[in-house]
C-alpha cells in the first residue's frame, strides 16, 4: 500500500493515467491489494484462533492464501469497472487518484501500527483445551503483555527494555520450546505451537513432583489455589526405568527434551529432580492431571517467551485481569 500511495502521487503529477481504460486498471489494482489485505488478516486471525498456533513467520498456509487470492480477484473485476465507467473525463480522473492516494496512506499507516503493536505491544490468543482450567476455560479469549518480559529484537532471539523477569506464579504465553519441526511430544509434533502455563520453576530451581505434589528447592508448593487434580487420591507409580537412571543423566534428558521419549510413559505424580538451566523456566498447567508441560518436554528457554496473559476479554461473563 505504501508503493501504491508513492506511484499514485507519481502518476497525479505526470498524468500518466490519461484514459478511462488506465483509471480502471490502477483502481482495480487498488482494489485488489486491499481485498487481499483485509481478507488475509481474518482468515489468518480466525485460522490462529481455531489452531492457537503461531506460525513461523514468512508462511501461510493454503488456507490463508487462496481465500484472500480470491477476494483480491473479485475486488479488481469490481474496482476495474467502477473507474473504467468513471474515468473517461478528466475530474473523474483525479477523483479516483486522490482517493485511492489517501485510502492507500491510510491503510499502509494502520497496518504499520498494528503490525507494531502485535509483534511487541499486545496480542490476542484463544484457550484451546482446558490444561489451565479452573484458570481458563476452552474458548476463553485473551490478550498477552507482549512488552512487559522485554522488546524481541526481530530474527536475534533477544530483548531489550524488559520492565522485570518472569516471576514464579506467572501465566506466560510461549512458543512449544523446541527447533525441531518433527519432534513428537505429548502424543504429536508440538512444533510451532503457542502453549500458555504458569511458571512453577526459575534459573536454578530444584523441582521435584511426588505423589502429584510439587516441591520446589525442597519445599511443597502448599499455596496454590489455582491448582486442580481431577483424579483426587489416583496417583501414578514412578516408572521402573525412571528408577535405573542416574541423576545426571535424567537431567541431560530432561534438559534436551528427550525425557518423555526415553521413558516412554507419563511422568505426571512421579517426576524429577531437575535442576532448571539458566535462563530457563520449568511451567505446569493449572489442570495438573491433565496438562502436557514441562514435566513432560523439558524447559522453556527465554527466546520462546512471548508475553505475559494479561485480561480476559471474552465471553464477557469471565472478562477480568488475569491472575
Known sequence: ????????????????LDSATKVGLWHGLFCALAGFSASLVVVMSLESRSRFI???ADAFSSNEFYPSLAVAAAAAVLGFWRGQRSGGQPSGRAYFLAEDTEWS??????VLLAAFLMYFVVQAFKIPSGSMERTFLVGDHLFVNKF?????I??????VLALRRPQRGDIVVFRFPVDDPREPHCGSVQYGKDFIKRVIGLPGDVIRVSAGRVFVNGSELVDEPYAQYLDGPNRQPESVRAQ????????????????????????????????????SYFAMGDNR??????????????????????????????MGAVH
Open 54 to 56: 503461531s506460525v513461523a
Open 148 to 152: 512487559i518480559y522485554g522488546l524481541r
Open 244 to 279: 535405573t537412571l542416574a541423576p545426571e543423566r535424567y537431567q541431560q534428558l530432561w534438559q534436551s527434551h528427550e525425557l518423555d521419549r526415553e521413558l516412554q510413559d507419563i511422568e505426571r505424580d512421579s517426576f524429577g529432580p531437575v535442576t532448571v538451566p539458566p535462563g
Open 154 to 159: 526481530p530474527l536475534s532471539g533477544k530483548r
Open 289 to 318: 492431571d491433565r496438562s502436557c508441560d514441562s514435566r513432560y518436554w523439558g524447559p522453556i528457554g527465554e527466546k520462546y517467551l512471548k508475553g505475559r496473559a494479561w485480561f480476559v476479554y471474552w465471553p464477557p461473563s469471565r
Open 105 to 110: 496512506e491510510t491503510v499502509f499507516s494502520a
Open 1 to 16: 500500500m505504501g508503493a501504491y500511495a508513492w506511484a499514485s502521487r507519481k502518476f497525479s503529477k505526470g498524468g500518466a
